[in-house]
């Protein structure tokens, strides 16, 4: 259990560097094994969901280093196609394995992927897709899947664009014999990136009126290096860019792509913050200003408001004057962070609209500083933008979520002038 003691009520102001993206990331680290040589992944950052796909990798025959934010895996020798829950059941991208273990054994055997507690996360459609792009013959057991066949190529309409089982197709369809077409995927930047990162290990994956789609490539090993840089993490800058402003603060979001945040600088920008976006950073400011409220803000698959910043989001709400309303299409279940940040002093509260859909509603005023803990991964982040709006001081108890994705995120926002500290409790 980690202690994140905060004393809070002041604001961050100065410049804050976003590492490379997790989610990117996550899923490359997976299709080195469709490189089948050693490939070095630049801007990697320190996070234990790296660490747990690394050791999967490892178990799976892989040779990995970490130094510096330079990864380097060589996957020529593996020899393994199966991964047991004590790897998968860490991280839910453990699932981006399947297909590039069935490109190189035809068969695998996966347990099912953990991940975050924010709703059913079933992996229907990564099966679906591999039925249609290839000949498969798939087992399903209380334990995991099973799997074996040949990817031949073919038409998938999502029924929904879901990135983890986007990139389990893309993964299916770079080596395909036959080109493959896949309708309604998802378009986040870091299905992009993955798709890059393909392209760069030999295949021909291009996105066409929205449609992914592929040419044949054949698969070879390689020997010569593969050098790859992950984008930045846009989630990250999203979160650091909530955090100045409900702190009434300003600061400066280096080495990130305001092109990929559109839908939180959309947020601040309608609450009255001043946002200013160059080429790879992000000016924020909501110093000086009276930041209102938003009466509904929607997360929705790519470009529109991420679900993975709407945890932070409601903190910033509950920081500007009137009411606001969240809510989450991605993961209509994804609001335990709402009874944490009452906890801190935030006028918070799930109701239901008439829909019957829940959402999270708002009203604004001042975080008091209190004691919260970490429901999931962005969840844990909301808590700390509210510990350093709240006056006082704050206590949120963490089971190792925030390590999940923010990188060194105390001397982050220590760096902004915030006074936040962690303790390893037990
Ligand atoms: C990825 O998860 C991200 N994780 C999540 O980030 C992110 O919240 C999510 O995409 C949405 O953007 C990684 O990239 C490692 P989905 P993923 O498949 O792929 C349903 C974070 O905080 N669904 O797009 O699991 C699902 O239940 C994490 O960094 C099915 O029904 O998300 C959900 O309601 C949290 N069947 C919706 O689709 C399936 O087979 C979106 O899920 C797959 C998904």
Request: hydrophobic letters at 40%; proline letters at 5%; aromatic letters at 8%.
């Amino acid at each position: 259990m980690t202690q994140y003691v905060i004393d809070g009520g002041r604001p961050l102001i100065g410049t804050v560097l976003t590492s490379g993206s997790k989610n990117a990331l996550l899923p490359i680290l997976a299709a080195t094994i469709l490189y089948g040589g050693p490939c070095e992944i630049h801007r990697a950052p320190h996070l234990s969901d790296v660490e747990n796909l690394l050791e999967t990798l490892r178990y799976l025959g892989a040779k990995t280093r970490f130094c510096g934010d330079v990864i380097t895996v060589d996957t020529s020798a593996l020899n393994r196609y199966d991964i047991p829950a004590e790897y998968t059941g860490r991280c839910r991208a453990s699932i981006s394995f399947l297909a590039p273990l069935l490109l190189r054994f035809g068969r695998c055997s996966v347990a099912y992927p953990g991940g975050c507690a924010i709703g059913a996360r079933p992996i229907n459609y990564h099966l679906e897709a591999l039925r249609a792009l290839g000949n498969f013959r798939i087992m399903e057991n209380s334990y995991g899947v099973e799997v074996q066949g040949t990817f031949t190529g073919g038409y998938y309409s999502m029924p929904y664009p879901s990135v983890g089982a986007t990139e389990c197709a893309l993964m299916g369809a770079c080596f395909s014999p036959m080109p493959c077409k896949i309708e309604n995927g998802a378009l986040e930047p870091e299905v992009e990136d993955l798709a890059g990162f393909l392209n760069a290990c030999g295949g021909h994956i291009f996105l066409e009126n929205g449609i992914w789609q592929s040419e044949p490539a054949p698969f070879s090993a390689h020997t010569d290096t593969l050098r790859y840089s992950v984008i930045p993490d846009r989630i990250e800058a999203g979160t650091f860019a909530l955090a100045v402003a409900a702190t009434r603060g300003e600061g400066r979001i280096l080495r990130c792509n305001p092109d990929h945040m559109k839908g939180v600088i959309r947020l601040l920008a309608a609450a009255g913050a001043e946002v200013v976006g160059s080429k790879d950073s992000l000016y924020v400011r909501g110093r000086n200003r009276k930041l209102r409220g938003c009466d509904l803000v929607m997360a929705y698959p790519y470009p529109a408001f991420p679900t993975d910043l709407q945890a932070p989001a409601c903190a910033f709400l509950a920081t500007c004057y009137g009411k606001s309303a969240v809510l989450d299409t991605v993961f209509p279940m994804r609001y335990a962070h709402v009874s944490e940040l009452g906890k801190m002093g935030a006028r918070v509260s799930v109701a239901r609209a008439p829909g019957g859909e829940r959402y999270v509603s708002i009203v604004g005023g001042m975080f008091r500083g209190g004691r919260g803990e970490s429901t999931d991964l962005r969840a844990g982040a909301s808590l700390l933008i509210a510990g350093l709006c709240g006056k006082g001081r704050s206590i949120v108890l963490d089971q190792g979520y925030i390590a999940r994705g923010y990188e060194a995120v105390c001397e982050k926002f220590r760096g902004l002038g915030g006074r936040i500290w962690e303790n390893r409790i037990y």
